[in-house]
């Protein structure tokens, strides 16, 4: 069915017992109707098609207001699909950093800061360390840690770097 593009509510029924409307009379009254009749059977006629037309424009009204909540529905939904997409995507991403960087994520106790200070090792040992070569066990000992300590700093006049 065609659409409705005027509201038939708001339409007026034409004035049929005037002179712009006599061709239309005329096969009635030819018929042997007299002029009023005529105009009444041309107005009940209008009336009744008006009716239907107002039928059909709220007909058509419903079907917009369905076609509309069925559309914001299931743009609802898409945008509930995206958003929870969204956050599995989020949260696979967090997963992965986490994995990567696992310092990063490290719980952290609630106690208070050490009173002592940290001493670290000398700095020779801690290479040798991290290059994965042999250390000798005196260089992390309570004497090897105070020499450690000790050198920290020490400046030799002939050197030209600090040990």
Same mark, same amino acid.
């Given at each position: 069915?065609?659409?409705?593009?005027?509201?038939?509510?708001?339409?007026?029924?034409?004035?049929?017992?005037?002179?712009?409307?006599?061709?239309?009379?005329?096969?009635f009254i030819?018929g042997?109707m007299t002029?009023?009749?005529?105009?009444?059977l041309?107005?009940n006629?209008?009336?009744?098609?008006n009716?239907?037309?107002?039928?059909?424009?709220? $007909?058509?009204?419903?079907?917009?207001?369905?076609?509309?909540?069925?559309?914001?529905?299931?743009?609802?939904?898409?945008?509930?699909? #995206?958003?929870?997409?969204?956050?599995?995507?989020?949260?696979?991403?967090?997963?992965?950093?986490?994995?990567?960087? #696992?310092?990063k994520?490290? $719980?952290?106790?609630?106690?208070?800061?050490?009173?002592?200070?940290?001493?670290l090792?000398?700095?020779? $040992?801690?290479?040798?360390?991290?290059?994965g070569?042999y250390?000798?066990l005196?260089?992390?000992?309570?004497?090897?840690l105070?020499?450690?300590?000790a050198?920290?700093?020490?400046?030799?006049?002939?050197?030209?770097?600090?040990?």
């Amino acid at each position: 069915m065609a659409r409705i593009l005027l509201d038939p509510n708001t339409l007026e029924c034409p004035d049929y017992a005037s002179e712009a409307y006599a061709a239309i009379r005329q096969p009635f009254i030819a018929g042997a109707m007299t002029d009023e009749q005529a105009v009444a059977l041309l107005v009940n006629s209008w009336t009744f098609g008006n009716n239907a037309d107002k039928a059909a424009w709220q $007909a058509q009204l419903d079907e917009d207001v369905a076609a509309a909540d069925e559309h914001a529905h299931l743009a609802a939904d898409a945008e509930a699909q #995206r958003k929870e997409a969204e956050q599995l995507d989020a949260e696979q991403a967090q997963k992965d950093d986490m994995k990567k960087n #696992r310092g990063k994520y490290v $719980a952290i106790p609630l106690r208070p800061p050490p009173k002592r200070e940290h001493v670290l090792p000398a700095g020779y $040992a801690t290479w040798k360390m991290d290059k994965g070569l042999y250390v000798e066990l005196h260089y992390y000992t309570d004497r090897g840690l105070d020499e450690a300590r000790a050198a920290v700093g020490v400046a030799d006049n002939e050197a030209m770097t600090m040990r």
